[in-house]
């Protein structure tokens, strides 16, 4: 067994691109080699912009050989009179490829039928992969792809080399019938920008480290990380942490080579938020911070070449931040002077989305959802809520945002804050766009929470209003963020106001716009923030059954749903729970199949039984123990109460037959079991349980 080698020579490669084509590169390899029948171990990947690698270990030197056995058509259709093959055994035969002498019979139990035995042997694996590996490397996928000369192929970057061994060797094939593998990788392209031999996939990662290629994408960054922090001590500062950019410098360069620069104090009167942001955007420079966290006058940029003098490097980077952080602070200071009003009447010129209007008229809407929300949740902040949704898309048309689009919502908590608005607002106006990604920050203020929570409710009923549903992996508008979103928001601070009535304040709002009607709409809004409820709680480890049990009897208010889940989930860890369950699920079998009017009540002049009236009398007790204990919102203690119910439950169905002969005794019978079912439906559907 030996390893493979497959190097990917080209010209550089966006860094964004580097990581999800080595995974898809390795995981298509894998199931290659899979599907011919080729023994592997583990694949690993390496690269840099220049190159995108995958070796495997433990490659087999051949296919594994296999027999498979082909049935073929009956006896007595196979052979004439005389014991002769006829034409149906000779074409099987041919398509078996066998000769006609070694089929066999065999027995079935359709009865006799001929049978062949074909073995595939195993072929060579360097000869497969000589296919295997050109269909690979074609296959990678990228955002966008390109031609190039008169090549007939497709790649992020034009191809400059390919490296294929096994073990030693090179597998040799070519694409677009001019490239052509072999074992020559290319070297730095500035410090060494010849050709280097690799030996076998065991040396080659040394051999390139040898011209100035560090290819271990974890070492490189490791490496950036260290060198990056270094700097930033040669200026007396720290490196403001942004593990992001650290992900993406790392695949931007071929050896990391740090070097500090310079500038001016002035531009610290700009927002360091602005600062940062055209360092990190536009030139993949790091901020550098004091030891209290202040943002200094300086940044670290990591280069993709050692230089024999890098302070003249240095100084050109200066040159060219000086020029973008000119322009950043001529956009702030220009922007200061404005009135957000005067910004606000400008969203009337800035389109949201064809179908539902424009930027201003999201505002306005969302405006009527927060001050709805406001009067529901806590009506001290109503005031605060709605100026915040008023300025909450201002800063879209400042020239800060227009030049860096990351910063809108920060800085129109900075505008906000010089115009002299309250704080509570001008933090709202930031905190609406969180969470802006999975796992994100939350609003810190109730005021940004309520305004996060309309901004994004509005999103997803407009959309669901005029058919923008997301559908497989599209979702071009982030619903599904925007879904999650709100749940985590109203989970995080105990926001329990009805679901039903938020999605149809929400869509009330589209009616002019809508292109079905208004009910089938919340209908499906209302299922597809269930579906995202669901999907949360499950990745956090809770059980599905559960979860669809819960959700099943009522996912009207989040935090109920939760308090519920984690009651039902502890209360079904317990000895007595299948016992439970099932007894639940029994009278909801009898309840399906049995008609009974919705305002049948219990007489208890109609028992017949003790073990009736035993049960009447234990459901009114646990009836109320249970209202008192959800009231105090005490799950855990209203399920032990209905724990209870086991036993009279159980007598029940051993000495009462609920069908009986009587029609007015069966009813009532049935109304007793329908008060069972009413009152473990509080909690939740329990014949969703698996047990």
Not at 558 to 577: I, N, Q, S
Request: proline share 5%.
């Amino acid at each position: 067994m030996d390893t493979l080698l497959l190097e990917i020579g080209a010209e550089e490669i966006p860094a964004g691109y580097i990581r999800p084509a080595l995974d898809a590169m390795a995981q298509n390899l894998l199931k290659r080699l899979d599907a011919a029948r080729i023994g592997h171990g583990e694949a690993r990947t390496c690269g840099t912009p220049r190159r995108l690698t995958v070796m495997v270990d433990g490659v087999a030197d051949k296919q594994e050989t296999v027999t498979e056995d082909l049935m073929g058509p009956p006896e007595k259709i196979a052979f004439d009179d005389a014991g002769k093959p006829t034409m149906a055994a000779v074409k099987f035969a041919e398509k078996a490829g066998v000769a006609v002498g070694r089929l066999t019979v065999v027995e079935t139990g359709k009865g006799r039928y001929l049978s062949a035995r074909k073995t595939h042997r195993g072929q060579a694996t360097r000869r497969l992969l000589k296919t295997i590996l050109p269909e690979v490397i074609l296959a990678t996928p990228f955002p966008k792809s390109m031609r190039w000369a008169d090549l007939s192929i497709q790649f992020a970057r034009p191809i400059q080399s390919i490296v294929a061994l096994l073990g030693g060797k090179v597998v040799a094939f070519s694409l677009g019938d001019r490239i052509k593998s072999g074992r020559h990788a290319l070297g730095h392209m500035f410090m060494n920008p010849g050709k280097v031999a690799i030996d076998s996939p065991e040396t080659y990662e040394t051999t390139l480290a040898g011209v100035n290629v560090l290819v271990d994408i974890a070492k490189r960054r490791e490496m950036t990380a260290t060198a990056v922090a270094e700097a930033a001590r040669g200026i007396g500062g720290e490196v403001l942490p942004d593990e992001e950019l650290l992900d993406i410098v790392t695949n931007l360069v071929e050896i990391p080579v740090a070097t500090a620069g310079q500038f001016d104090d002035i531009f610290l009167e700009v927002p360091k938020e602005i600062l940062i942001t055209a360092m990190r955007e536009h030139q993949k420079y790091f901020a550098v911070v004091d030891a209290t966290g202040r943002l200094m006058p300086g940044f670290i940029a990591i280069n993709n070449t050692r230089t024999r003098d890098m302070d003249l490097v240095a100084t050109g980077h200066e040159r060219v931040l000086r020029a973008r952080l000119s322009d950043a602070r001529y956009f702030y200071n220009a922007d200061i002077k404005v009135p957000m009003e005067t910004w606000v009447e400008k969203l009337k010129r800035v389109l949201f989305q064809a179908k539902l209007g424009s930027m201003y008229d999201k505002m306005t809407r969302v405006k009527r959802l927060a001050a709805w929300l406001a009067d529901a949740i806590n009506p001290a902040q109503k005031e605060n809520v709605t100026r915040a949704a008023h300025l909450c898309k201002a800063d879209l048309v400042s020239q800060v945002v227009g030049e860096f689009a990351k910063l809108q919502g920060i800085m129109g908590r900075t505008y906000a804050l010089a115009a002299g608005e309250p704080p509570d607002v001008a933090a709202a106006i930031e905190e609406h766009y969180r969470p802006t990604h999975s796992g994100g920050q939350l609003p810190e203020t109730e005021t940004g929470a309520l305004l996060s929570i309309a901004e994004k409710i509005d999103s997803i009923c407009g959309c669901f209003s005029v058919g923008l549903v997301p559908t497989g992996a599209a979702d071009p508008y982030a619903l599904r963020r925007q879904g999650i979103g709100i749940l985590q928001i109203m989970r995080s601070r105990n926001i329990g106001i009805s679901l039903t009535r938020l999605v149809e304040t929400g869509v009330a709002l589209f009616a002019d716009k809508s292109s079905r009607p208004a009910a089938e709409t919340v209908d499906a809004v209302l299922t597809f923030l269930g579906n995202r409820f669901a999907r949360l709680l499950a990745d956090e480890g809770l059980s599905k059954d559960v979860i669809a049990a819960v959700m099943g009897a009522s996912a009207e208010r989040v935090p109920d749903v939760e308090r519920r889940v984690a009651a039902l989930e502890k209360l079904k860890g317990k000895p007595d729970f299948e016992p439970l369950a099932a007894a639940f699920k029994r009278v909801e079998n009898i309840l399906k199949k049995a008609s009974l009017q919705a305002d049948a009540t219990v007489d208890p002049a109609l028992f017949g039984q003790p073990a009736e009236s035993a049960l009447h009398a234990a459901c009114q007790s646990v009836t109320r123990d249970v209202d008192q204990r959800l009231a105090q919102e005490d799950l855990d203690g209203a399920l032990a109460t209905i724990a209870t119910l086991r036993d009279p439950v159980d007598a029940f169905f051993t000495d009462v037959m609920v069908m009986a002969e009587d029609p007015a005794v069966r009813s009532n019978r049935l109304a007793l079991l329908a008060t069972i079912s009413a009152i473990f439906g509080q909690i939740a559907d329990f014949s969703q349980i698996s047990t």
